[in-house]
Structures are given as structure tokens and as C-alpha cells.
């Protein structure tokens, strides 16, 4: 993994390995996000005393809070099998009939990044949620016939990071829905102790502060710092990790206090002492960092925008007094934010 993506809450096929090490099992465990947990307890209990399956499940959030983990917590809470696939996989309707034909009754099928599935494959998801059946088409043209296929009972927990991109008959069909939110400070730290215990490291209490601070609120992240914590600590034959040593090994690995990674910084300053502080053009500010588009709007600018660090105008980009705070700027005069805006 790079530098740089040392803070992004994706994870690499590799990473999910050795997540799976620290996923909480059951609802008990998991910390965090109490109202959605509550609420699906109460769900997944409701199921077991009237002994039915549980009703479809839609989790959305960014990435790195817990929705993979709350679909197999919900199997493990329901004594069922969980199939794991994503919207990208399924890109014609016979592929999603293929997986629906074979679940057996009460299984859990955890579709992830839901809003990525195929149109065709999604109306045929609409009949398989409400009426526990699809209808396959063999043939083309005047020869085609619909074959009905009846289905067990299952409960579908779709997963997406872009719930607006759901169409509504779809989000209808889910009897719950849970939204994930970022993770205070307080959280994180839960989240590392319970964390470093299964890894056996001596972390205190200010150390998992140190960390919890610099995780951008995502439990994935702070999960990741700590393994890099712990790399620092065995290579410099720290045995009980304290606050310095943790930032010293985070501000080596380019995370700052309020973690931002090197491309954030680089945005900031760019935009800062190479425009002005904007107003500027995405397009612009990726060339001026060295990035691509698309990285600069998906990877930096987020964050960037949710810690008040940058805003998004209808002429570009800008950064905020917080922005030059931070990177140790003096606000210049004129700014537009002592102006009234832009």
C-alpha cells in the first residue's frame, strides 16, 4: 500500500485479509454507531421470535464504517450462511439469477455497492425481494418464453456508499435502513483498544488519543495506523507505545494531527500559494498537485471539505481561513470570507 493511501478508507483485497482478523462477531461487540445497532437488533430479534427470516437490509455510509461487518454480524446474529457478492459483479440479469437460484432457505446474501448493479439485473432484484421469485427468459425475440423460478426465503443486505444513486422502487423494498456515521474521537479509541488487545500491543491511553485523532472518524482507517504504529514500535524496540511515539510514527508515515496525508496537504498549499485561495478549477488544481482529476475529487477533496479546510463554489475551488491555519499561512487581506463570500 502507498504513502498515500495510507488514510483512504478503501481496502486492497490483502487489507480485507487482515481486517477480518479484527471484525467484531456479533452486535455486543461492535462499537459504535448505537442508534443503527439498536435498531437492528431489534430487527434481527423480532425475526428470530416470529421464526422468519429477517426483512431486507440497506446499510449506507462511507466506506471503512462497518457495513461488510454488520452483514456478517447479521448472519452470525440469524444462525445463517452469508453469500457475499457486489453490484459490479452482476452485470447481466442471468448473473444475478444464477446466485439466487442457488441460496438455500434463510441465507444471507450481502450485495455490496448496490448502486453499481446493472439496470436488467436490478428489476429482477425487485420481484426476488418481494415475492421471493424471478422469471427467466430463455430465448430471444418472438421465440423467447418466461420460465417462473421459485425461490427460499432470503434476506438481501445491500450495501452502498451512494445512496442517492439507489432508485427509489429499490430502497422501498428494504425493511430497514440503517445510515452509518463518522466515528468521534471517543469511538476510535474503543475501536483501538479493542483492537490492540487481539493483536497483543501495550498502547496508552494517550497513544490510542494520538491515533484516534489523526483516523478521519473511519474505524477502518484507525485500524490501518495502528498495524503502522506497531511496525514503528517493533522496529524501534518500543514495547509500551506512548503518545510521542505514536505521532512520531504517524508525522514519518506523512499523517499530520488532523490526518491529512501528503496529497491533502499538497491541495491546500497549491491552492493557497499558487492561486491565491482560489476560486479555482478542479481540473486546474489536480494539474497543479500532480494528480489526476478524479483522484484530487474523490480521494482529497471530501475530507478536505468536511474538516472546513476547503469549499466548493460555482467558480471553483477555494480554501478557508481554517486552510491556512493550518498550513501555517497568514490569511491574506481581501480574503473572501471577510467579504461576505464569494
Known sequence: MADRDIVQPTADPEERALEGALRPKTLGDFVGQERVREQLGLVLKAAQIRERTADHVLLSGPPGLGKTTLAMIVAQEMGAPLRITSGPAIQHSGDLAAILSSLVPGEILFLDEIHRMSRPAEEMLYMAMEDFRVDVIVGKGAGATSIP????????????TRAGLLPGPLRDRFGFTGQLEFYSEAELELVLRRSALLIDLAVSGQGFSEIARRSRGTPRIANRLLRRVRDWALVHGVTNIEQSHAATALTMYEVDE?????????????LIDKFGGGPVGLSTL???V???????ETVAEPYLVREGLLGRTPRGRVATPAAYAHVGRPLPEGHWSSTGGL
Do not use: C, K, Q
Not at 423460478?149 to 452502498?160: I, N, R, S
Not at 500532480?290 to 484530487?296: A, H
Open 149 to 160: 423460478l421459485e425461490l427460499p426465503p432470503f434476506t438481501l443486505v445491500g450495501a452502498t
Open 258 to 270: 488532523r490526518g491529512l496525508d501528503r496529497l491533502d496537504r499538497s491541495v491546500l498549499l497549491a
Open 286 to 288: 489536480a494539474i497543479a
Open 290 to 296: 500532480g494528480e489526476e482529476t478524479e483522484t484530487v
